[in-house]
């Protein structure tokens, strides 16, 4: 099984890409849905976070006030930070059984679709790894028309995350992102051609595939030598 990790920042187009891998075939484990699960109401992850902000954050029906606590950990590093810690061990949690049943399901390739891809060290069970990238002008536009919120508001949230071009320097494969949603388009049929290529035997043999044959080999192995012995 090959895992697939994408990542990009906010308003670069991630979102689209991953779509794209999903209109093609590709199952994709979104870790925002995943978060979105852990935070519901009277999980372990909504506990640690009500209890760490207290019950301003709660809507009226007892769920979080997602954009309310986003306001509160942008404008805050510290909290931020806060909340990540909370929320780790659940979202990985969440993200290992996704991964997992498709594992089950003899998946070959799976997309691991992670903002925080690098920042929470995912990257190491990926390969290849993908960033959307766009420049910062066009990112700032972007998020300013989308969110329509002011340019400092938008310029606070990009800053709240990891450089673009950081993220860029650490990736296998970059998608410039820059242009229209036909150039977009044309860019992921070149990004699907690397990652359809065959596994190589490595990574076959972590494969369930290849965990299947190994067993049928094992246990042909042993009977074959039980019959032998039996000849003696």
């Not at 320097?169 to 065959?198: H, M, R, W, Y």
């Amino acid at each position: 099984m090959r895992i697939v990790g994408l990542t990009g920042g906010i308003a670069t187009g991630k979102s689209t890409v991953s779509n794209l891998f999903k209109a093609n075939g590709f199952p994709v484990v979104d870790a925002d849905v995943v978060a979105r699960d852990v935070l519901k109401k009277g999980t372990g992850g909504w506990k640690k976070v009500v209890a760490a902000f207290g019950d301003d954050i709660l809507l009226e029906n007892g769920e979080v006030d997602r954009p309310k606590l986003g306001q509160i950990v942008f404008g805050d590093p510290s909290k931020r930070q806060l909340l990540n810690r909370l929320l780790a061990p659940y979202i990985s949690s969440g993200i290992f059984w996704e991964v997992l049943k498709l594992w089950l399901k003899g998946c070959r390739i799976i997309i691991l679709d992670v903002p925080l891809l690098f920042e929470a060290k995912m990257d190491r069970w990926t390969h290849p790894t993908i960033v959307v990238w766009v420049d910062p002008e066009t990112q700032l536009n972007r998020l300013m028309t989308r969110d329509r919120t002011s340019a400092q508001d938008a310029q606070n949230r990009i800053n709240a995350q990891m450089p673009l071009d950081s993220k860029r320097s650490k990736a296998d494969i970059v998608i410039d992102n820059n242009g229209s949603l036909e150039e977009l388009n044309e860019n992921f049929k070149k990004v699907l051609d690397q990652v359809t290529k065959p596994l190589t035997w490595t990574k076959f043999w972590v494969s369930r595939q290849g965990v299947i044959v190994a067993i049928i080999s094992i246990v042909s192995g042993v009977l074959g030598c039980k019959k032998l012995i039996a000849r003696l």
